[in-house]
């Protein structure tokens, strides 16, 4: 959970009147909340007020390890303010203790119940870590009480509309002004926001599980003549949001073909260099295909950057690949793999997605030569292809090797260096290359590479057993259903 970005994100924007106006939706919220509490008053304690400011013109300076000591004399010395805390909660997340800030944060609302800030962060908090009641009090007391920056706003509705996701009345109500919040967040993201900003923004979006609304906020900002390195991030991290919104590829499309029509495609973190639109597609797909489930979209951004660049090897294995996992050894899926083989005969990943359509056909002996070749050129051992040849193996009657080719699979995924390696690519993309982080690297690897390990467990179980494993089909030989 990144909690750290909507502390300091309060510090960035001035507030703006954001209020209800639709009278059911606050009939409603006002149901959820009961009688509100009110704020209390206290009177201030001069030594308490002198360690605060002292603490707060550190943390102006970014100077918060510093301000920390001091915000937290201020909070003994007065025990029933709540600005020490507030401050402390700020200076905490901007050192990277965020479950510390969550505390100080608890501490805030304590003295204060209707402190704006605290009922927005403890809200938006308790809507990410599922505390659906929690969130629906504290958000909805936001709401009726507390303006909000356009900013706020956005997250607001964002996390309301997540903690009342059972309830269809309030989301259709909530539904209705996102349009709204969203260009008036918008105008002030446009003018100087700085990618960390924009990155911020729209990780808190997915943490509340409302990647379609971060991927609105995108679409919209792309119309604007944003500077190339904000254009840049927003580009590389639009493909990896509508996949995590369940969507085919088509609004990515969109957005890339608009781009391209009027200025240069760049893509962070090298938002310098000019890409093709051709390569920006491929790129786009590769995200899509990592974290999403919906297949078409990949297929759908392959297929256009194939239409401009028909050569392209790595989009041309890539597209085969899905296809032959989707549909199995088609007509198509055969042509496609006959002209990557051609244009790239020496590659490793080409090798085995052609050696595992012939696995498919049944054509066991054109499998084995060309898997072996593929872990032969392979720069480390792939732990699929050693699965692949192992199926091949099968079909042949050659069940020694297939039993050795399926335990050197299987050990090559057991590795810890090897399991290592690839959890720390995964987040390497999420945090150097995508600027936010969709999901954990184990999730990530899991629905990559926990279908080959089941597989894999299954088929040496079934072969100690002495019954028939089955064989990693799952697509209808020849492509026939």
């Known amino acids: 959970m990144k909690r750290i970005w909507l502390s300091l994100l309060i510090l960035l924007f001035a507030t703006c009147a954001v209020r209800a106006e639709d009278h059911l939706l606050q009939k409603q919220l006002e149901a959820v909340v009961g009688k509100l509490p009110e704020s209390p008053s206290s009177p201030t304690v001069r030594r308490a007020a002198r360690e605060y400011i002292i603490g707060r013109q550190l943390a102006l300076q970014d100077q918060h390890l510093l301000a920390i000591p ?10 029933l303010s709540p600005a020490p805390w507030a401050s402390l909660a700020i200076s905490l997340a901007a050192t990277g203790r965020e479950d510390a800030a969550i505390v100080a944060w608890n501490e805030v609302i304590s003295r204060n119940p209707l402190h704006k800030d605290a009922l927005l962060i403890l809200g938006l908090d308790a809507a990410r870590m599922g505390e659906v009641e929690k969130g629906r009090r504290l958000l909805s007391q936001h709401w009726l009480t507390q303006e909000a920056s356009s900013i706020e706003a956005v997250l607001r509705i964002a996390g309301l509309k997540s903690v009342f996701e059972s309830d269809q009345s309030i989301t259709d109500l909530l539904s209705e002004p996102v349009d709204s919040i969203i260009e008036s967040a918008l105008h002030k993201l446009i003018p100087d926001a700085t990618s960390p900003v924009w990155l911020g923004v729209m990780q808190q979006l997915v943490d509340l599980n409302a990647a379609d609304m971060a991927v609105q906020l ?13 254009l840049a991030t927003l580009l590389i991290v639009l493909p990896v949001l509508e996949a995590t919104a369940g969507g085919d590829g088509s609004t990515t ?12 495609i760049s893509l962070a973190p090298r938002w310098d260099e000019p890409v093709p639109l051709s390569e920006a597609l491929s790129v786009a797909a590769q995200s899509m295909s990592i974290v999403g489930k919906n297949k078409n979209a990949p297929i759908r951004l392959y297929t256009a950057s194939l239409e401009i660049n028909p050569t392209n090897t790595l989009v041309l294995n890539n597209l085969a690949w899905i296809k032959l996992e989707q549909e199995g050894p088609t007509r198509e899926v055969q042509k496609l793999c006959s002209q990557v083989l051609k244009l790239d005969p020496d590659s490793a990943h080409v090798l085995d997605t052609v050696g595992w359509m012939f696995v498919l056909l049944g054509e066991a002996d054109r499998s084995i030569s060309l898997l072996t ?24 009657e050659q069940k020694e090797n297939a039993v050795r080719a399926w335990e050197t699979a299987s050990m090559i995924l057991n590795s810890a260096d090897h399991r290592q390696r690839i959890l720390e690519g995964y987040a390497s993309m999420a945090y150097t290359v995508w600027g936010i982080s969709v999901a954990t690297p184990e999730a990530l690897y899991d ?3 926990g279908g080959v390990s089941r597989r894999l467990k299954e088929k040496l179980s079934a072969v100690q057993e002495g019954s028939e494993p089955q064989l990693g089909f799952e697509v209808p030989i020849n492509g026939v259903k």
């Open 70 to 79: 001091h915000f937290r004399r201020a909070a003994v010395i007065d025990e």
């Open 218 to 230: 995108v679409v919209m900002a792309t119309i604007y003549e944003l500077h190339q390195k904000e």
């Open 253 to 264: 499309l969109k957005v890339y073909e608009e781009i391209a029509l009027n200025r240069t």
């Open 373 to 396: 070749e593929a872990i032969k050129l392979s720069p480390e051992p792939s732990a699929e292809t050693y699965d692949h040849l192992g199926d091949a193996y099968w079909i042949a």
């Open 447 to 449: 629905y990559e590479l």
